[in-house]
């Protein structure tokens, strides 16, 4: 028998991710789904339709696919293939009413034996109810600024899960064969509004989790998580350093660092008072204790960077004064 490729057949790449893997086989089994081909390629349809829905029994499951990789790393895409010893004796799968949906030789050469008992299992499911199943944690990435980050704020969001398909109840397929409204996933995407309460303090790769705003379960399972990945938008004055502390660039003019001054700064939270001393140097750091992102109760510091930099305008008398210093220095 040939080796087929299941990555090839969806068209991702190896390293693709299940979510990309989902999204790929739902793309093509909604193309070539066979109710919806015109006479002309419907046999082709029903073909390609069948190779995709293998690829994804395979890629979509990740013991599967764990089992797949393990195998099918030496072997291409319609290379003779030996099954290997110990997965003699299977046999091939076929669902009852689900003609036309069987698997290849090739499949059932390495899931034939396991597939059967799994199907068992699910078709009995099928029967007398769902089994019950957590449903799927689910990740989201939210953008803030620093400002936010640090005060804590409530941000509404938009999030899609992953629903059971209500026409099959999740079991992905019907008597007619691969169910027609979630592409044989089992799932639909459902979209909620949520509103999300973001401490103070959070620092920029924060994850919270939040219990139960996941996909539902299956049955009476419960929901899963919602994770929600807290990322810092880029901020013109405040850089992150080692997730905790923060440090800024303040500008001051040559005569306040060599005389000193005080001036005040906004910093994320709030206004503070800046001592320069006397002789202060361009890129010299003052820490503010405690003024940074809270990671675990390490709590981090907040950096102020001294910048000299001169005025736009420099009035005729200040340039005079400055002459009379570039003489002394010129002695
Ligand atoms: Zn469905």
Redesign the pocket.
């Known amino acids: 028998m040939k080796f087929i490729d299941y990555y090839e057949v969806l068209g991702v790449p190896k390293s693709a991710t299940d979510k990309e893997i989902k999204t790929a086989y739902r793309k093509l089994a909604r193309k070539y789904h066979p109710d919806v081909q015109k006479t002309g390629g419907k046999k082709e349809a029903e073909e390609k339709f069948k190779e995709i829905n293998e690829a994804y029994e395979v890629l979509g499951d990740a013991d599967n696919r764990a089992k797949y990789d393990q195998l099918g790393q030496n072997w291409r895409m319609g290379q003779e293939f030996q099954p290997p010893p110990g997965n003699s004796g299977y046999q091939t799968y076929h669902m009852d009413g689900m003609d036309g949906f069987g698997f290849s030789d090739f499949f059932s050469s390495i899931f034939g034996q396991e597939f059967s008992r799994q199907q068992a299992g699910y078709s009995g499911g099928y029967q007398a109810g769902a089994r019950s199943r957590k449903g799927e944690d689910v990740e989201v990435e939210i953008s803030l600024t620093i400002e936010e980050l640090m005060v804590g704020t409530e941000k509404d969001i938009q999030i899609s899960l992953p629903a059971l398909?209500t026409?099959?109840e999740?079991?992905?397929f019907s008597n007619r064969g691969v169910?027609n409204?979630?592409g044989?996933t089992?799932t639909t995407e459902e979209h909620k509004k949520l509103k999300v309460k973001i401490p103070s303090k959070s620092y920029p790769g924060t994850v919270l989790r939040l219990k139960g705003l996941g996909g539902k379960g299956l049955s009476d399972g419960p929901s899963g998580d919602l994770f929600l990945h807290v990322q810092a938008k880029p901020h013109p004055i405040w850089r992150v350093i080692n997730q905790v502390d923060l440090e800024g660039d303040l500008i001051v003019r040559p005569d306040q660092a060599v005389l000193g001054d005080q001036v005040s700064m906004q910093t994320p939270a709030d206004m503070v008072q800046v001592k320069i001393q006397p002789g202060t140097r361009s890129g010299q750091k003052l820490r503010l204790r405690n003024r940074g992102f809270n990671k675990n109760g390490t709590v981090g510091d907040l950096y102020i960077k001294v910048q000299i930099d001169i005025p736009r305008n420099q009035t005729p008398q200040e340039i005079e004064l400055y002459q009379q210093i570039f003489a002394l220095r010129n002695k």
């Open positions: 398909c026409v099959c999740g079991q992905r169910c409204s979630c044989g089992g």
